[in-house]
């Protein structure tokens, strides 16, 4: 299972890397379409048709806001018209449409159009207006105010246990908005929002892939567009805490972490960073500004240059609905350049009566003289991306049923991608689908307790349903009443080893303390965050898989077991990557020091990491862990790349660290790139790793690395764990000639080390 699974990586990377950089094209291939009056079908793959009627036959070739590509290989099928019925056949879908109907038949005996599939052996139908109690949901747009489980909150996903879902474009989203169309820009600029030509049309995506739910998600992203890597150190670990901090403070939180030997890769500066946008003082109590505080950050521009001689790339918080005010920093050149590019535009809907400069992203014109007047300055003295906290209306002023929280995503993601410097990336709350290619979330405001933190796994791993895999939480909580629990704190952290970032954060509250040496049990605090920095690797791999797959890091179970019922049930854990299963503690354990925690381990055997342990599948385990212990497993044969002790990931160490798990076979396609690079698709490397055990001894193989990047280093060193080993071995070779090794008993591992090695070397280690 293991071999075809990292087979398959193998050849999806080379695929998803010959083809890498092409454009999406949202015209399909004409032999995709039938047409039947006002009805037209695309059949995109053969569990995927797009459905459009418009009684004024006005069909949609433009990318919408969820689906930007089209023009796929056409699949088999078969179309037939027979006793006033239309018939197209796929491999997997049965469509029945009665010839010049209105496909939203109220009359679920007899549809007008209708879809069967089979989903394990039993047929299912689906009709335009079906509802589904099996959808396994999605996200929604903040955990604000989220007060433990509110998964009432989330939205309908992609997946479902009956074995369809549908994407209904017109189907108003949680805000009010819709999912409006992307007019293309002659000279080649950022795809800007159109409304759709027949406003009354329908326009939906059947997607009938029973339980496959992992080539429903790769599909999904072929037509809705890739999720997007992100830079390398996003994956570190983030400081972050809205408070009144001074440029002095932040230098003075820098030098306690580096001294404590914490690593750390982002500081994040919240909003007080700016000062009142509307009368211009320091003492700060606009959410929307933008110009510096310079009695609390005097030399911005050094601090920043400081920043990054200190190996941290930085944010700056922003709330931009109250538009820019006449005491801002560039408000003259600002009104200026809009003045001339609003010609039919009077001067008082430039701006309120105070002078104000309306707040008009969804204007091509606005958004152009925004960014080079009010952003430009900023991002030219070293802002390395924006966190966009939009909390304001919903639907934008000037542009009907345009959502605000995903307009600014595509603008401010697309406006760092322009401009092709770094790898673009902002940090935002989600829009609605199509959201995934925007990445990463910010998740909002939880209270800070228990209840909220048991939710955060489910509720990270379902958001991959909707390929968005990259939620930042407010690790140990945004609101807090009462005193701070260093408990709960370790268990949020450590839950954050396994999500796809960690940032602590809370609000601005005095007794709210996230500097975690400050707590009496720092020192687990910071074990946890250098496990997080030594899994770096294999994450960053992941989301390398993540890029070119669909499937995000994390994961619910029910991917690889979809007909295990408790793969659903049991919704505190999850697959974090292909070869972990995490579950970590969210329960407090009253002072006792030690927590239980019941968890399926599905079928084969699994290596316990905190405790050595090998266990068998097929079951379920109550286990326990004291507070230094995270619960997480390696699949069998799983092999996991690892770094060694490191302060921050603009550094690549020297040594790579490989554990493997027992299993007569495993194999890991190891990724690398240079870390912010925009051309990641192809100037990267594949490193691949295998193990294979048979009569008595283990072969583990490093294989020339595959591809090229600038900066890759030409060779490295190896340190080889053979975990779960109840004894020596009588004999090691690296490529044929015996070399020392070294067996730890009490950890119960082989340790092989190789010297630095040429990385476009074979290296062979046979252990007897």
């Known amino acids: 299972m293991n071999y075809k699974r990292n087979l398959l990586f193998i050849i999806v990377g080379l695929l998803y890397t010959c083809v890498a950089g092409a454009q999406y094209n949202p015209v399909a291939n004409e032999k995709a379409v039938v047409r039947s009056g006002n009805m037209r079908f695309t059949v995109l793959t053969p569990e995927m048709i797009r459905i459009e009627y418009s009684s004024k036959q006005l069909f949609e070739d433009r990318a919408s806001f969820v689906v930007v590509n089209r023009d796929l290989p056409v699949p088999h099928f078969t179309r037939q018209e027979r006793d006033g019925y239309l018939y197209i056949t796929t491999d997997k879908l049965r469509l029945r449409y009665r010839v010049g109907s209105n496909p939203l038949s109220n009359d679920p005996a007899n549809p007008n159009l209708q879809i069967a599939l089979d989903v394990n052996g039993v047929e299912e139908v689906w009709y335009p207006g079906k509802s589904d109690p099996y959808n396994l949901k999605g996200t929604t747009r903040t955990l604000d105010q989220a007060n433990g489980d509110v998964r009432d909150w989330l939205e309908n996903g992609l997946l479902s246990r009956s074995g369809w879902a549908v994407i209904d474009e017109r189907e108003p989203r949680k805000d009010g908005s819709l999912s409006l169309m992307f007019e293309k820009d002659p000279e080649g600029g950022m795809d800007w929002v159109a409304q759709r030509r027949d406003p009354d049309g329908l326009d939906l995506y059947f997607l009938g892939y029973g339980h496959d739910y992992k080539k429903a998600l790769g599909d999904f992203t072929r037509v809705a567009g ?26 003075d939180i820098v030098h306690e972490i580096r001294s404590r030997n914490i690593p750390m890769d982002i500081l994040v500066i919240d909003m007080d960073w700016h000062r009142n946008g509307k009368t211009g003082e320091t003492n700060n109590t606009k959410w929307t500004g933008w110009s510096w505080n310079r009695e609390l950050f005097p030399d911005p521009e050094g601090f920043i240059a400081w920043l990054h001689a200190q190996h941290l790339s930085t944010t700056l918080n922003l709330h931009p609905a109250d538009g820019v005010y006449p005491k801002e920093d560039h408000y003259d050149e600002l009104y200026a350049d809009l003045s001339k590019r609003y010609s039919d535009i009077t001067a008082d809907s430039l701006s309120n009566a105070d002078g104000t400069i309306c707040w008009n992203i969804e204007n091509r014109d606005f958004y152009e003289a925004f960014f080079q007047h009010i952003l430009r300055p900023h991002e030219e003295i070293g802002v390395d991306f924006w966190w966009l906290d939009w909390q304001q209306w919903k639907i934008a002023r000037n542009e009907p049923n345009l959502g605000n929280t ?82 709960l704190y370790l268990r949020w952290i450590q839950y954050g080893v396994f999500s796809p970032v960690l940032r602590t954060h809370a609000t601005s509250s005095s007794h709210i303390e996230r500097r975690i040496w400050k707590y009496e049990n720092f020192e687990q605090m910071r074990d946890a965050i250098y496990l997080r920095y030594a899994l770096v690797p294999y994450i960053y791999t992941m989301a390398r898989w993540a890029y070119d797959t669909g499937i995000s890091i994390c994961r619910p179970m029910y991917y690889d077991y979809p007909e295990a019922d408790e793969a659903y049930r049991y919704e505190g854990q999850y697959m974090f990557g292909n070869d972990i299963l995490a579950a970590p503690i969210t329960t407090s354990d009253k002072g006792t020091n030690v927590s239980e925690k019941t968890i399926w381990l599905p079928k084969g055997t699994w290596y316990e990491v905190m405790t050595g342990e090998l266990l068998d599948g097929n079951r379920v385990v109550t286990r326990s862990f004291t507070r230094e212990q995270i619960p997480y497993y390696y699949r069998e044969g799983a092999i996991v790349p690892l770094y060694p002790r490191i302060m921050h990931l603009k550094e690549r160490p020297e040594t790579l660290i490989l554990q493997f798990a027992p299993g007569k076979s495993g194999e890991f396609n190891f990724y690398e790139d240079a870390g912010n690079s925009v051309d990641y698709d192809t100037a990267c490397t594949f490193t691949r790793i295998t193990q294979r055990s048979e009569k008595g001894k283990t072969v583990c193989t490093i294989y020339p690395r595959t591809g090229a990047f600038d900066g890759m280093p030409q060779a490295r060193a190896y340190r080889l764990e053979l975990l779960a080993r109840e004894k020596a071995p009588s004999k090691v070779t690296l490529n044929g000639t015996a070399t020392d090794y070294e067996y730890d008993a009490a950890g119960k591992k082989v340790i092989v080390s190789i010297p630095r090695t040429a990385c476009d070397r074979k290296l062979v280690v046979t252990v007897q």
Do not use: C
């Open 226 to 251: 890739k999720m997007p890597l992100p830079p390398l150190d996003v994956f570190g670990y983030w400081y972050s805490k809205y408070q009144r901090y001074t440029e002095q403070d932040m230098r």
């Open 406 to 487: 995903f307009w600014l995503n595509h603008v401010f993601f697309n406006d760092k991608k322009q401009q092709g410097k770094s790898r673009p990336f902002i940090f935002h709350r989600w829009g609605g689908l199509g959201n995934h290619r925007y990445p990463i979330g910010f998740s909002g405001d939880t209270y800070a307790n228990f209840a909220s933190l048991a939710f955060q796994p489910y509720f990270t791993a379902t958001a991959s349903n909707v390929g968005y895999g990259y939620w930042s939480h407010d690790i140990g909580g945004h609101m807090q009443n009462g005193d701070n629990d260093a408990e």
